[in-house]
């Protein structure tokens, strides 16, 4: 389904900062070979979530759901000098890919990469976020935002991706599970009365929350 107006995407990214050259060589070479390409953040959103990161100033980025590293780098250029972002992924193919990208990046030093499950890898990792970017499978949209809840500072940040999944969520009846899943999200923090939130209807959909 169509749910933002193709001709409106493409003149708002018209108007939007262009990519770096690696941003656009990862872009270019996933869309061409990634058989999941669609996956990617893109220069549109990429470019908000640079923005949204050089809002806040993280010293703490935490991503769940690296795939082959675009985003990653997209939020960690508004790290703070001594910021770290940690990332997730579960399949080692990605996770390898997005490393050999970040090692050609400024952020070299400063993004950590973990391969595995993200609920297994979340438990390892005993930090305190300031920015959560949640973006792997949907149907763990909820378990992955109540696990790290606790570990996002007061005033932190988690953006999660695909709100709006392909406008699956706007149908009546829901249908498929993963529909299922981000519906059942949205309505999870909208009930959540220890968070404010605000749906863009960018790209696929993104949920900026702030914890209070
Ligand atoms: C939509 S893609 C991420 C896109 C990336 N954040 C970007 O914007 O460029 C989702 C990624 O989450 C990964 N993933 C799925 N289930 C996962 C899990 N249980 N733990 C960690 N990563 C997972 C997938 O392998 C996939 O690479």
Redesign the pocket.
Known sequence: MEIILEKAGTYAEAFTTPDEPLLKEIEAFTMENHPQSH???GHLQGQLLSQISSMIRPERIL??????????LCLAKGLRPDGVLHT????EA?AQTARAYFDRSPYKERICIHT????TVMEQLKENWDLV?I???KI?YTRYYEAVFPFVKKGGWIIA??VLFHGEVLKTPLKGKNAKAIDQFNRHILADNRVEHVMLTVRDGLMIIRKK
Do not use: K, P, Q
């Open positions: 996956m990617i953040s991503e769940i759901g690296t795939f082959v590293g675009y985003s990653a997730i992924e579960l399949r990605d595995g499950d993200a609920l970017f973006d792997a499978d763990n991706d695909n």
